[in-house]
């Protein structure tokens, strides 16, 4: 089992940078494939980025590329989406997400333990 306790959300204007923070305890976390994801309301949820244990493969949605970066810190079993240049289309509640596998991919149906939510809210 892991639990996972995002940080990092508010209310920010257009153009603004946020740091999200995930931290996991549990069972384990540095095999596990991490991500985050989001969803706005009435939406579905949706990738924003995953990474592997060593940070060698990393996606990013088409709609956050060169404005957001995640990024792991195994020692300290930290997850963090650095977000640039915030658009109002990415206010949304972001979600992290750890799959009980080291192999990462981009669905969130595969992964299978969540965090509670920080909502990130981008005002024009």
């Known amino acids: 089992q892991v639990q996972l306790v995002e940080s990092g959300g508010g209310l920010v204007q257009a153009g603004d940078s946020l740091r999200l923070s995930c931290v996991a305890s549990?069972?384990?976390?540095?095999?596990?494939?991490m991500g985050w994801f989001r969803q706005a309301a009435g939406k579905e949820r949706e990738l924003v980025a995953v990474?592997?244990?060593?940070?060698?493969?990393?996606y990013y949605a088409d709609s956050v590329k060169g404005r957001f970066a995640i990024s792991r810190d195994n020692a300290k079993k930290t997850v963090f989406l650095q977000m640039s240049s915030l658009k109002p289309e990415d206010t949304a509640v972001y979600y992290c997400?750890?799959?009980?596998?080291?192999?990462?991919?981009?669905?969130?149906?595969?992964?299978?333990?969540w965090g509670q939510g920080t909502q990130v809210t981008v005002s024009s």
């Open positions: 997400a750890a799959r009980a596998s080291v192999v990462v991919t981009t669905s969130p149906t595969m992964y299978d333990y």
């Open positions: 549990g069972r384990t976390f540095a095999g596990n494939a």
């Open positions: 990474i592997n244990y060593s940070a060698s493969t990393v």
